[in-house]
Nanobody, 118 residues
Framework: QVQLVESGGGLVQAGGSLRLSCAAS????????MGWYRQAPGKQRELVAD???????NYANFVKGRFTISRDNAKNTVHLQMNSLRPEDTAVYYC????????????WGQGTQVTVSS
């Protein structure tokens, strides 16, 4: 069993910053990818960023230069530092983890709300 718990969401003004955190527990394989996705009302869930066990990163174009993903392998945690937030960043942000094998199940947290006011 795998559990993911997100924290750090909230309400901020445009231009502000938030730092999201996600802690994974349970049966976690060391060779994994952890990521952040988001879903706004009426839209599909989309990738924000992910990071491999070796620290390789992948970012959506709409957050490049503004967001930074990082991880602590010993603690099975992943963070998302969000700067220069925009109203269009408003969404529920979800943490996930998958193993680096073909056909891996994807595990999701329950999400944390980020609201950016103008």
């Amino acid at each position: 069993q795998v559990q993911l718990v997100e924290s750090g969401g909230g309400l901020v003004q445009a231009g502000g910053s938030l730092r999201l955190s996600c802690a994974a527990s349970g049966f976690i394989f060391s060779i994994n990818v952890m990521g952040w996705y988001r879903q706004a009302p009426g839209k599909q869930r989309e990738l924000v960023a992910d990071i491999t066990h070796n620290g390789g990163t992948n970012y959506a174009n709409f957050v490049k230069g503004r967001f930074t993903i990082s991880r602590d392998n010993a603690k099975n945690t992943v963070h998302l530092q969000m700067n220069s937030l925009r109203p269009e960043d408003t969404a529920v942000y979800y943490c996930n983890v998958r193993w680096e094998i073909v056909g891996s199940k994807v595990y999701w947290g329950q999400g944390t709300q980020v609201t950016v006011s103008s």
